[in-house]
């Protein structure tokens, strides 16, 4: 995975509060789009969301890395 677009992907999906809204403004699939931000997780070795079927939000670690 591309660290940029991973990075990218990151922050829009902070800002609109959803992975698939993060995809859709970046043309690639919800999957895709899922498997940058697991990528991004992984390698800085924290949890960047909180994730539920229908909620979005950052964990403290996300936040910090977000600014």
Known sequence: MDRVTS???FVRA???GS??????HMG???AMATKHVNAL???LGIKLFHRTTRLLTLT???SNYLE
């Open 7 to 9: 990075m990218r992907v």
């Open 14 to 16: 902070a800002s609109a």
């Open 19 to 24: 992975l698939s809204a993060a995809a859709r």
């Open 28 to 30: 690639m699939s919800p």
């Open 41 to 43: 997780e992984a390698r």
């Open 60 to 62: 403290e670690a996300g």
